[in-house]
């Protein structure tokens, strides 16, 4: 069922982890909540799961696990959410630094400067995005550093620790990207139209798999000396499921907000390029939307687990595009509005907006703490916001 028309907007609001940069009026009555999701520096106590990992890595759409929210799962999705918030911690914001867009710590140190050294991970391969904008020469000379084209947006990491493999009953790789932080990314974001999956022919529907013009150019796009992250992530992915072959495996991609949209675009590419990959999974935090109907079939026929966590006073998950529902459009008694209807949908079609949700959604709601401010757009958006959400729920009916 495709959902009725409700929004157009392409704008999406500051995509960093606000521990960074705090709201003034916020700190005080955020301290104590934002000190909750510091990782564990100890030794880790995560449920055992090896009897039922497929399961909580969405074999079966997490039928049953979401509302009420499954403890286990829950446990899961925050470790996921750990790894997503060290690609933020690890990140030189600082426009005015020789190191702007690097990350602050080398491929050893990083986890555990995070606090995730007891994990149980050992960390394989750093990953960039080139932006493909080509802004005017005297523009980036004069704006040099915040007009940089490739910068650090996340790492591959495999779990190693025989006793973690134990508990997961499988061996774990993670691949853990974060939001929009350069100007050229936020560039990007703004090329809302869908543009056609290369290789991909029309479908039966009359429309072909079609993603956000913005995001597929980030994530193929390269310099003259640097790799794409396409390429990167091909590259060790095919490495790392040669190596380990002969054992169960899961790739588990999170991220958040723009790092949620290409941890979709990594999923799909990684099972449209490899033969018999393992079981896919991606965790999505405040992801916007990525592609229409059709891309979304595509993602579902490959076996790729697509769990949305979305807080529904997040502005980020409701753009780019629009939703339309046909079946109303069809259904409605009223002449005039439903030849009005079909038109406007047709517009929207020929104008490359019309997006659809991809993936089952666990939504979440930050009305449910009045000390949150829900006039803050970017604080409904931050990571830390999210894990605050998925650490509290509940189900729907028991706030």
């Not at 009420?68 to 060290?86: H, M």
């Not at 980020?316 to 008694?333: E, F, I, R, Y």
């Not at 020929?350 to 449910?368: F, H, N, P, T, V």
């Amino acid at each position: 069922m495709r959902l009725a028309i409700i929004r157009i907007a392409s704008i999406q609001p500051r995509a960093s982890s606000s521990i960074s940069e705090p709201n003034p009026t916020f700190i005080s009555s955020s301290l104590l909540l934002w000190n909750q999701f510091k990782p564990p520096s100890t030794k880790c106590k995560f449920p055992k799961i090896h009897l039922k990992w497929k399961q909580y890595q969405g074999i079966n759409h997490w039928e049953g696990l979401l509302d009420p929210l499954d403890d286990n799962l829950r446990s899961e999705i925050l470790r996921y959410g750990y790894f997503v918030d060290a690609t933020y911690s690890s990140f030189d914001f600082n426009p005015s630094s020789l190191t702007y867009a690097t990350c602050l710590h080398s491929r050893k140190s990083l986890l555990s400067k995070c606090g995730l050294g007891n994990y149980g991970y050992r960390l394989t391969k750093y990953l960039r995005v080139t932006c493909g904008i080509h802004v005017p020469t005297w523009i980036n000379k004069l704006f040099k550093q915040s007009c940089t084209r490739s910068s650090w947006i996340g790492y591959v990491a495999i779990c190693e620790n025989k006793k973690e493999i134990t508990r997961l009953g499988r061996r774990d790789i993670v691949i853990a990207f974060r939001g929009t932080t350069t100007c050229l990314e936020w560039l990007e974001n703004l090329r809302a139209t869908l543009t056609h999956l290369p290789g991909h022919v029309v479908g039966e529907d009359g429309v072909g798999p079609m993603v956000q013009k913005g995001f597929l150019s980030l994530y193929t796009s390269k310099a003259t000396k640097r790799a794409s992250l396409q390429e990167m992530v091909r590259e060790e992915i095919g490495r790392v499921i040669q190596k380990y072959t002969n054992e169960p495996l899961s790739l588990t991609l999170t991220g958040h907000s723009l790092g949620a949209a290409l941890a979709i675009l990594s999923a799909y590419d990684i099972s449209a390029t490899f033969r018999n990959p393992p079981m896919v999974t991606v965790i999505s935090f405040g992801g916007p939307r990525v592609g229409n109907e059709s891309f979304g079939k595509q993602l579902e026929q490959k076996g790729i687990r697509i769990l949305r966590i979305v807080n529904s006073d997040d502005v980020v998950t409701k753009v780019p595009g629009l939703l339309v529902n046909l079946d109303d459009v069809a259904g409605n008694q009223d002449v005039h509005v439903g030849i009005w209807s079909k038109w406007l949908y047709k517009y929207i079609e020929d104008m490359q907006l019309l997006y659809a949700d991809i993936g089952q959604e666990l939504r979440l709601s930050s009305k449910e703490f009045p000390y949150l401010n829900k006039g803050d757009i970017a604080l409904c958006h931050d990571l830390k916001t999210y894990l605050h959400l998925v650490k509290n729920f509940g189900s729907s009916s028991c706030s």
